[in-house]
């Protein structure tokens, strides 16, 4: 079984926040998928928090351990759709809709997807 990775699930996991570590460590060998653009946004985040080196070196580790996605035309007028209707961030529509393209459930802490209504792909609370 493989699963989606959102920003929210790589950060915390990264920063070693339990639960999201313990149930990212049972499936990391699944080589779970994500959107470039979910890789994007933990990458400028590394780099602002602890500058480019180390936003470089996270990148080249985690496209050795997850299966980054680069989305195409048709995923991105998905994600710009699920936008139109929900009033959250385009990263993570592009997550939900890497999810739901996959078949996959996406793992996440963010409050935005787990409260989102009517999600196009079945998500899985991080926090708990």
């Given at each position: 079984?493989?699963?989606?990775?959102?920003?929210?699930?790589?950060?915390?996991?990264?920063?070693?926040?339990?639960?999201?570590?313990?149930?990212?460590?049972?499936?990391?060998?699944?080589?779970?998928?994500?959107?470039?653009?979910?890789?994007?946004?933990?990458?400028?985040?590394?780099?602002?928090?602890?500058?480019?080196?180390?936003?470089?070196?996270?990148?080249?580790?985690?496209?050795?351990?997850?299966?980054?996605?680069?989305?195409?035309?048709?995923?991105?007028?998905?994600?710009?759709?699920?936008?139109?209707?929900?009033?959250?961030?385009l990263?993570?529509?592009?997550?939900?809709?890497?999810?739901?393209?996959?078949?996959?459930?996406?793992?996440?802490?963010?409050?935005?997807?787990?409260?989102?209504?009517?999600?196009?792909?079945?998500?899985?609370?991080?926090r708990?």
């Amino acid at each position: 079984m493989s699963v989606c990775l959102d920003s929210w699930a790589i950060l915390a996991w990264l920063d070693g926040e339990q639960p999201a570590l313990q149930r990212i460590d049972e499936l990391i060998e699944t080589r779970p998928v994500v959107s470039w653009i979910n890789l994007v946004e933990v990458y400028y985040r590394v780099e602002r928090d602890h500058g480019r080196a180390a936003a470089d070196e996270t990148l080249a580790a985690l496209r050795r351990t997850l299966s980054p996605d680069l989305p195409g035309t048709a995923r991105m007028i998905e994600a710009a759709r699920l936008k139109a209707r929900a009033p959250i961030a385009l990263a993570d529509c592009f997550a939900a809709v890497t999810a739901a393209a996959h078949d996959v459930i996406l793992l996440t802490g963010d409050p935005e997807l787990i409260e989102l209504p009517d999600p196009p792909c079945t998500i899985e609370d991080l926090r708990h």
